[in-house]
């Protein structure tokens, strides 16, 4: 089992509920086993409704809610919102120097994000999150001349050791979720506006989803992920 206590950790997802999606039972067994997490929500979800009634504005403060609901469940140390427009995040600035400030700000031992090279179809949002969040880990937050301005902050460059990627077409890392199941599925479906099923379906679908790589570690579930050791 991975020691995990005292660890920092900088999750980085494109919109509230992704993370949980891709790697909730992994945040939730890290946060159990003493790391110290926190989640950069980088846009607003301002789009995820069919709900015509609902504003754009409306269903940003609710997507916000749930995200606060589910990161008390994930047992996170802190959540920042960055509140980009859903669908509308861009690669550059000034996206990149804000997760440059919060690596190093937060100056994690580890970074999750999610992987910006899937195949074929692909939310926008995410490949620039994936690929941004990479950028900014590697070379930006390390290097001293890249924003000096974060100098006069007191934010001193920052070099990341491992870089964990959900939803990647290309895993080598299975981590065992068996007991953290139940997290994720609960911080999940905090994310009510976003469910179209019932809790117990839910549970169906992710089981299914994530049982096709628990033997790869000798579990009945588990979340996989491409990792990046940086040196």
């Known amino acids: 089992m991975r020691d995990m206590k005292g660890k920092r950790v ?3 997802t494109p919109h509230p509920d992704d993370a949980e999606s891709g790697a909730g039972g992994t945040i939730a ?24 009634s609902i504003s754009s504005e409306q269903i940003a403060e609710i997507r916000k809610e749930e995200q606060l609901q589910s990161g008390k ?10 509140n980009h427009p859903d669908q509308g995040i861009e690669n550059g600035e000034p996206f990149r120097e804000e997760l440059v400030r ?4 937060h100056r994690p031992d580890v970074v999750v994000t999610i992987d910006p090279e899937r195949k074929w179809i692909r939310h926008q ?4 999150t994936g690929r941004v969040a990479l950028d900014a880990v590697f070379p930006y937050a390390r290097d001293y001349l890249a924003y000096p301005e974060l100098i ?5 460059p920052h ?7 959900w939803g990647t ?6 981590i065992d979720i068996d007991e953290h199941f139940e997290d994720k599925l609960d911080a999940l479906y905090c994310h009510a506006s976003q469910m179209s099923t019932t809790k117990e379906q839910g549970r169906i679908r992710l089981r299914d989803r994530f049982s096709v790589y628990g033997p790869r570690v000798n579990a009945e579930v588990a979340e996989a992920f491409k990792r990046l050791e940086l040196r």
């Open 10 to 12: 900088l999750v980085i």
């Open 29 to 52: 067994k890290w946060s159990s086993l003493g790391a110290d997490i926190v989640l950069v929500v980088c846009t607003n979800g301002d789009k995820g409704t069919s709900d015509r």
């Open 73 to 82: 469940l994930l047992g996170l140390t802190n959540i920042v919102f960055l």
């Open 102 to 105: 919060e690596i190093r700000k």
């Open 125 to 128: 949002d995410h490949f620039v």
């Open 152 to 156: 006069a902050e007191g934010l001193e």
């Open 159 to 165: 070099k990341t050791l491992e870089v964990y990627l």
């Open 169 to 174: 077409d290309d895993p080598d890392v299975f």
